[in-house]
């Protein structure tokens, strides 16, 4: 057979080339497979194909589907030309509203989500499907920071208010969800250190510092009134302030707003 007869070839400088119109024809069948297979990962991606959810059956006919087309789209692209096109498609990002993290045995052991009223979470769980921690941002930027023990009640929280000038705090708490200890700020400067009774949920000792800078140290009796302060004024002038049951001084005068 002549060589210019070759199908789809032609000599050119003494060598033997695709024809022009060929190449053309190979790269943009190829070129239209690559954008099939795209597309359809997309789709798969917009409806939130959730893996643990889909039939075996299905996953790997999508799998398979995917490597015949992209072998497809590989044969008929000569070697430089696919090698540039798997880097010209590689996917930078992964766009979706919920991701399942799953163990070796198929467990879920975290989920990554944006609830349907605006809030961004990520849960982690155990080896048993028990929620060991969470992290969430609000819609409105409140932050929280949870971790809970292996019966599913809540043991230490952290979190910020929406704004600059909102409280930030930690909370302890009991294996019955009663709060144990808290440590709050205020924007203004204001600290307090706030420990509880873990029966009756009572504050007991509070330890605060104001926005002006006084220090003081509170203790309440098991109904949670105020009983005693030792304290020190802007001066550094120290004071000492007693109240019976019912909150009237005994002795000294007791401050406003003590730390609870």
């Known amino acids: 057979m002549c060589v210019n007869a070759a199908v789809g070839f032609e000599v050119r400088h003494g060598r033997l080339e695709p024809r022009a119109e060929e ?3 190979r ?6 497979t690559a954008s099939g297979v795209r597309t359809i990962f997309e789709k798969l991606a917009r409806e ?3 893996v643990k959810d889909t039939k075996p059956w299905l996953v790997v006919g999508l799998a398979l589907a995917g490597g015949l087309i992209g072998g497809a789209a590989a044969t008929m692209l000569g070697a430089g030309d696919a090698f540039a096109l798997r880097h010209a498609r590689h996917a930078r990002s992964v766009e979706a509203e919920k991701f399942v993290l799953l163990g070796r045995n198929g467990d879920e052991r975290g989920v990554i989500q944006v609830s349907d009223k605006g809030t961004a979470a990520i849960y982690l769980n155990d080896e048993t499907g028990k929620e060991r921690a969470e992290l969430k941002v609000a819609a409105d930027g409140r932050a929280s920071l949870g971790f809970y023990d ?3 009640a809540k043991r230490i929280v952290v979190g910020q208010g929406a704004t600059a000038d909102s409280q930030a ?3 302890i708490f009991s294996k019955d969800g009663n709060q144990l200890a808290s ?3 205020l924007a203004s400067g204001e600290v307090n250190l706030t420990l509880y009774d873990h029966k009756s949920g009572f504050a007991r000792a509070g330890l605060g510092l104001s926005a002006d800078g006084v220090p003081a140290l509170v203790l309440f009796d098991q109904n949670g009134k105020d009983r005693a302060e030792l304290h020190l004024n802007a001066s550094g002038k120290p004071g ?3 109240a019976d049951e019912n909150g009237k001084s005994i002795y000294g005068p007791l401050m406003q707003g003590s730390a609870q």
Do not use: D
């Not at 790269?27 to 239209?32: F, G, L, P, Q």
């Open 27 to 32: 790269a943009t069948i190829a070129h239209r």
């Open 48 to 50: 939130e194909v959730n």
């Open 183 to 185: 440590l709050s700020s």
């Open 240 to 242: 000492l302030a007693l």
């Open 23 to 25: 190449s053309i024809k």
């Open 169 to 171: 705090g930690l909370g």
């Open 150 to 152: 292996s019966s599913g």
